[in-house]
């Protein structure tokens, strides 16, 4: 079978793919478990070298995931799944709201409407964002059943693709997952556009021996997931039963929440422990990405992902070890 990855050369994308050509094999349209002969990595922008981890069963292709043509082109098959991770994420959607509808509401539509005219239901994971929830009536804990009013474009694109998830299946075009990550941790690189970046700047420039300028104060609630468990909660959704799902598509993946403050003390425990000295930490709040923050949920629940099998981090301290291990060379 066929793989494809929109967003595909992104971090969790990149560990996805990797995560796949490890394990060989995914539930196909068949129903019954298929061999992966290609994964395709689609992304707007694609790395001038080849990522490490990645075998010859990998292509990757640049285009515009709302591109009809450029999308069916890879959508060429029957016996294919889709994640569909492409997106433009919560700061980046604040600045531009025309973009943020052309990439995470067209685009999102190209890719249900290619999957569409393959035959066979192919399995389509669509990731969507806890950012979907919001507004004054929020409760403390979100569940799944918990109304959307989200409070920023990001978070509205992310409930329409939910929407589209569930009626697109229901009418049999395809079989469509959609999974509610909170923010995934620990990206490496640099800072990118989302108002959660910081939830991985915290810790990974201080491990570079770099200044992390936190736009938050240290008592602010931040709910994270490692994203060795978020790409492991992925795979779980697409091979879970559609049955088990029934007719809403669309689940909270396990978080853990944490002030900044226990993340900074986290990271000093875990970086003593590794013999790392850190960079240091500067508190400069920014109004802008408080209030989006503000807007998001503080805590989730997510039995419903954890009944079908998607991992929870075992601790904080994990998470950190776990990027060290990943990618600062143990």
């Not at 990757?60 to 591109?67: L, N, P, R, S, T």
């Not at 799944?81 to 492409?86: K, N, P, R």
């Not at 469509?176 to 989302?194: C, K």
Request: glycine letters at 10%; hydrophobic letters at 45%; charged letters at 25%.
């Amino acid at each position: 079978m066929k793989v494809v990855i929109t967003g595909g050369t992104g971090f969790i994308g990149l560990n996805l793919a990797r995560r796949l050509v490890l394990r060989g094999a995914l539930t196909g349209p068949s129903g019954a478990a298929e061999e992966i002969d290609s994964i395709v990595l689609f992304d707007a922008v694609t790395p001038t070298a080849r990522p490490p981890g990645l075998d010859g069963r990998v292509d990757i292709v640049a285009g515009d995931v709302a591109d009809r043509d450029a999308v069916s082109a890879l959508i060429d098959r029957d016996d294919i799944s889709v994640f569909h991770l492409a997106s433009v994420v919560s700061g980046e959607g604040e600045r531009d709201f025309d973009l943020a509808l052309r990439v995470n509401v067209d685009g999102t539509r190209t890719v249900l409407q290619a999957c569409r005219a393959r035959a066979g239901a192919p399995r389509v994971v669509f990731t969507s964002s806890v950012a979907a929830f919001g507004g004054a009536a929020m409760p403390a804990t979100v569940t799944d059943t918990t109304k959307q009013t989200p409070e920023t474009t990001y978070g509205m694109t992310k409930s329409i693709g939910e929407l589209m998830i569930n009626d697109y299946t229901r009418k049999g075009f395809l079989d469509g997952r959609a999974a509610r990550p909170p923010a995934v941790i620990i990206r490496p690189g640099r800072p990118n556009a989302a108002a959660s970046s910081f939830a991985s700047g915290i810790f990974r420039e201080p491990l570079n021996g770099e200044e992390c300028v936190l736009p938050v104060a240290p008592e602010t609630l931040v709910h994270v997931l490692g994203q060795r468990n978020c790409v492991e909660g992925l795979i779980v959704l697409h091979e879970a039963d559609g049955a088990a799902l029934g007719d809403d598509r669309a689940v909270n993946l396990p978080s853990a929440t944490y002030a900044v403050s226990e993340m900074i003390e986290a990271l000093k425990r875990v970086a003593a422990a590794n013999g790392r000295a850190l960079g240091p930490i500067t508190v400069r709040p920014d109004a802008a990405v408080e209030r989006i923050i503000a807007g998001w949920p503080t805590w989730t629940e997510a039995d419903r992902a954890l009944a079908l099998g998607c991992p929870a981090d075992e601790s904080l301290d994990r998470v950190i070890q776990d990027y060290i291990d990943d990618f600062l060379g143990g």
